[in-house]
């Protein structure tokens, strides 16, 4: 079974109510079909995509093949290409070839210290140092758009790049980092990556590709286990965990505009800032 999953944002859904807070911001931001979608993968397309995969570095593009039927049944390779216009595209991510993919360090951790991040600033950053309504957006972005196939806790540069830049409403070309995570495993040992993306781009271009339900591939999805252990915070008794902290920027206000510079708050904004 594969960790990947999709999210579940339903305020009434069971255990849900220590994070319900929090679900209009995921649901309106430009990830939410990436987060959302129950789209349906076979583990032979997957697999197939990335048995023939390569990369053309001139033209920017991975191309691979699908098989399917053809009109006499019999099975044909089909070919498939696609570029970051076209992750941007089915995904619906709403990012720019203009964005950038490293914004600098100070604003992203100046941030989740804001957001009342409890770890040390030069340490691994995990998702059970927030308080609940934030630990349930990290893990939501690290089980959906994550690359690994494990550490969940920890939180890689990029995933807390892309809260950082939803929090603060800043650009980040999220579908030119999923591209380049593609990228790298062409060029090392090609495991089963993006299976949920990888069957809706694979989707998009041979909307006809054999269905079979025995060789559906079985996802771990957000369930009310889940988010019951969401809930707990291990080897910490109450008064230890972390304290709520109040709804900020676009978290709080949709209407919330970036700031042009590097800085993670408004100068008339009196919160806290970085510890």
Not at 61 to 70: E, G, H
Not at 224 to 233: A, E, G, P
């Amino acid at each position: 079974m594969y960790a990947l999953t999709y999210c579940i944002l339903d305020e009434n859904y069971a255990n849900m109510e220590p994070f319900k807070e929090i679900i209009p911001f995921l649901k309106e931001s430009r990830i939410t079909k990436a987060l959302m979608e129950n789209h349906k993968c076979y583990e032979s397309h997957v697999r197939m995509f990335w048995k023939s995969v390569r990369y053309d570095e001139k033209e920017k593009t991975i191309y691979s093949a699908v098989q399917k039927k053809d009109e006499n049944g019999q099975d044909i390779d089909v070919e498939v290409k696609f570029t970051v216009a076209e992750v941007r595209r089915v995904l619906d991510l709403k990012d720019s070839d203009d964005d950038p993919i490293i914004i600098p360090e100070r604003l992203s951790k100046g941030l989740w210290f804001r957001m009342g991040y409890t770890g040390h600033v030069n340490d691994k950053y995990l998702k059970s140092r927030f308080c609940r309504p934030y630990k349930f957006v990290v893990h939501c972005v690290v089980q959906a758009l994550s690359h690994r196939k494990g550490a969940y806790d920890e939180t890689p540069d990029y995933i807390m790049n892309i809260i950082t830049c939803l929090v603060l409403n800043r650009p980040y070309n999220i579908s030119q980092v999923l591209f380049n995570h593609m990228i790298d495993n062409i060029k090392g040992e090609k495991y089963i990556m993006y299976p949920r993306f990888i069957q809706m781009l694979l989707d998009d271009q041979v909307p006809n590709l054999p269905k079979d339900p025995v060789d559906e591939l079985k996802l771990q999805h957000m369930s009310s286990d889940t988010l019951n252990r969401l809930n707990k915070y291990k080897d910490l008794i109450e008064d230890q965990e972390p304290r709520v902290k109040g709804m900020i920027e676009k978290l709080k206000n949709p209407d919330y505009v970036a700031l042009e510079n590097d800085e993670w708050r408004h100068e008339n904004n009196n919160s806290e800032a970085r510890d």
